[in-house]
Nanobody
């Protein structure tokens, strides 16, 4: 099993920045990809960004490209999401998720095997 704990959410004004953290523990060596997924009120879960533990490739949703950056610290088993130029439409619960199965569907929330409890990000206009 893998446990994921997010932190760093909060209430900010449009244009501000936040950095989310996701601390992974347990059998982290069984996972190969980490992702951030968000869910706004009344909407489906939406892929935001993903990165590999042991490769440099990163992936982003078009809606956050150029504003968000995903990174990882393998020594700390921690993944980060730096969010700049936040917009009201970024308001959502942000979940950290981990993939164990090699399905290649990094953009599909149901393809993730482990989830954190989520952290709320609210951006006011």
């Amino acid at each position: 099993q893998v446990q994921l704990v997010e932190s760093g959410g909060g209430l900010v004004q449009a244009g501000a920045s936040l950095r989310l953290s996701c601390a992974a523990s347990g059998r982290t060596d069984s996972t190969y990809l980490m992702g951030w997924i968000r869910q706004a009120p009344g909407k489906e879960r939406e892929f935001v960004a993903a990165c590999f533990w042991r490769a440099r490739s990163t992936y982003y949703a078009d809606s956050v490209k150029g504003r968000f950056t995903i990174s990882r610290d393998n020594a700390k088993n921690t993944v980060y999401l730096q969010m700049n130029s936040l917009k009201p439409e970024d308001t959502a619960v942000y979940y950290c998720a981990a993939k164990e199965r090699y399905t290649g569907l990094y953009y599909s929330p149901p393809a993730y095997d482990y989830w954190g409890q989520g952290t709320q990000v609210t951006v006011s206009s």
